[in-house]
């Protein structure tokens, strides 16, 4: 398989930035990093401009991160009211939804007036700056609208992926104390209905909901009769009494823009927590630079937004850039497994960004749907999320991109805002499979275990040296947890968790997670927090949870489960454990494989050996590494014995 694909001649001379540019304004951005920062903090309309750029120490004692501290701004001003001017009548979002037959072009003008009647709405039900509101919404543009008018007034939104269970939006409703869940009636997806509202009205029931929410704003988007609480009020209904005019509320670059959840190696999912100059800043010029934007161009990520993806590149980034961005409600195989490229030939699609499951799904239903449509509009292709195999990222260039498209393999997290490590369409020769070289402003580093920095080639973990202003200012309300998370493993540096091998060019390759996280088509979910979920059912004793590989999802979910006494080993428990953990999760948490097991491997000091189990699990039990430590030698072969095949 070819290893190098240079970047396209063609392609580099319309390209923003191409080699040398690249080369030369990194160097800038390493070398006079408070400069470079702000110059790029001009990008956006200040209300009150900034004198400082950045004030950061990673120390235990004295941990904070700030960007442009002593500026105002408001983000939502940012990202609609300042292309008034220019951009009225220009769309702003289009939204296309599950339904082949229905979509909506939405101007900026429209947005804004969207977006003020929105925050006046929220300002009725009594929401106030720093108030914290819950989003539980489908892929409708009225998402976009909460998030931008929450960030009009000044209100901190949680964004809570439509996947997650009552239970998990219950705790997240109380993590961050919200007074407010704002739903719809029921979301699609694929012709199926997801009961949005429903799940609220259960999320409510969790103890200790109540103490903080206080209303559901419900949008209308079928005739759907749906139960109603006394606390529930229609968006429709409030929202044709406010007015039109609603001023942006000037907020302090490190006021809070929001919280989103994500998991980690243990204990229950942290409130990632971004504020607001910095965030957009990195967010609008990632947008800009990775994907190469110019006027007009029509930009489409599939994400979520219910992902920092989604909140990234599917609202700020590219509304702060007075982009076109397009929202999709649906998923790439309804009607038919052609509907991504049908939607690329339908809006003319310059930049298409998704991620390595969905290619992969659709690369094993073969070329005939791609080939059945044009896809001549495409310029840029887009990669997140995880590890794309060289295998998947031949097929979206060659098939879907027909050669023509530069791949943009991204790597970043949920805690980094934006994009760290990714070509430059015009600037990066690409190696499948590598997410390649830093974007500017950030200096990454490998260290081996014991904190020393490798230089040249070689592997370790991937930590960044310096800050940037995209990047997490807390775990939200625990100042702690964030120290020991991303601070504590090595000093003055942030950890990402990720190992990587960097390659001969100083290209990064990304090997995956080096803690208990995994990543299942594509969404972070913690073994802890599937294992929590298992052992809260009555029959289970013990779980342990480990990734193995899957084709179409990366990883696979695989669980050992030790039943209590008096329960007994069947296909009917084994359904119900596995219904049981979509029940207290959601469906993205679904195990794929449920191994029985009597005992699980464990040291003399009785801590799991997870190793051993994720050997098994990938059916790589031939190498188990040392094994001297086991209390039990035996349940390893009992399990290996009983091993489950694909
Ligand atoms: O392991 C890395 C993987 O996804 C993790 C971050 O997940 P999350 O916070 O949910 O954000 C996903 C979208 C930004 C990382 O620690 N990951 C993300 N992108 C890549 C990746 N692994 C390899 N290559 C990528 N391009």
Known sequence: MKTRYPVNPDFRNDALCDNDQYLKMYQQSIDNNEDFWREQGKRLDWFKPYSEVKDVSFSRDDLHIRWYADGELNVCHNCVDRHLPDKADQTAIIWEGDDPASAKHISYAQLHEEVCRFANTLKKLGVEKGDRVTLYMPMIPEAAYAMLACARIGAIHSVVFGGFSPDALGDRIINCKSKLVITADRGVRGNKAIPLKANVDKATEKPGVKDYLQSVLVIKTSDQVIDWQEHDHWY??????????????????????????????????????????????????????????????????????????????????????????????????????????????????????????????????????????????????????????????????????????????????????????????????????????????????????????????????????????????????????????????????????????????????????????????????????????????????????????????????????????????????????????????????????????????????????RRILRKIAANEHDHLGDTSTLAEPEVVTHLINNRLNS
């Open 236 to 609: 429709h209904e409030l929202s044709s009494s406010v007015s039109a005019d609603c001023p942006a509320e000037p907020m302090n670059a490190e006021d809070p823009l929001f919280i989103l959840y994500t998991s980690g190696s243990t204990g229950q999912p942290k409130g990632v927590l971004h504020t607001s100059g910095g965030y957009l800043v990195y967010a609008s010029m990632t947008h800009e630079y990775v994907f190469d934007i110019h006027a007009d161009d029509v930009y489409w990520c599939t994400a979520d937004v219910g992902w920092i993806t989604g909140h990234s590149y599917v609202v700020y980034g590219p509304l702060a850039n007075g982009a076109t961005t397009l929202m999709f409600e649906g998923v790439p195989n309804y009607p038919d497994h052609s509907r991504f490229w049908q939607i690329c030939d339908k809006h003319q699609v310059n930049v298409c960004y998704t991620a390595p499951t969905a290619i992969r799904a659709l690369m094993k239903e073969g070329d005939a749907p791609v080939h059945s449509t044009s896809r001549s509009s495409l310029r840029v292709l887009g990669s997140v999320g995880e590890p794309i195999n060289p295998e998947a990222w031949k097929w979206y260039y060659e098939v879907v991109g027909d050669e023509r498209c530069p791949i943009v393999d991204t790597w970043w997290q949920t805690e980094t805002g934006g994009i760290m490590i990714t070509p430059l369409p015009g600037a990066t020769d690409l190696k499948p499979g590598s997410a390649t070289r830093p974007f500017f402003g950030i200096k990454p580093a490998l260290l081996d275990n014991d904190g020393h920095e490798l230089t040249g080639e070689g592997a370790g973990n991937l930590v960044i040296t310096d800050s940037w202003p995209g990047q997490m200012r807390t775990v939200f309300g625990d100042h702690e947890r964030f120290y020991q998370t991303y601070f504590s493993a090595f000093d003055d540096v942030y950890t990402t968790g990720d190992g990587a091998r960097r390659d001969e060019d100083g290209y990064y390759w990304i090997t995956g997670r080096t803690d208990d996280v995994l990543n299942v088509s594509g969404h972070r979910m913690g073994t802890a927090e599937v294992e929590s979920a298992l052992v809260a059912h009555e029959a289970v004793a013990e779980a342990a949870v480990v990734g193995y590989p899957h084709d179409i999802k990366g990883q696979g979910i695989y669980a050992y489960v030790t039943l209590v006494n008096g329960f007994s080993e069947s296909n009917d428990l084994l359904a119900e454990l596995t219904q049981w953990v979509r029940k207290e999760i959601g469906p993205i948490a679904t195990p794929d494989k449920i191994q029985w097991a009597p005992g699980l491997p464990k040291t003399r000091s009785g801590k799991i050996m």
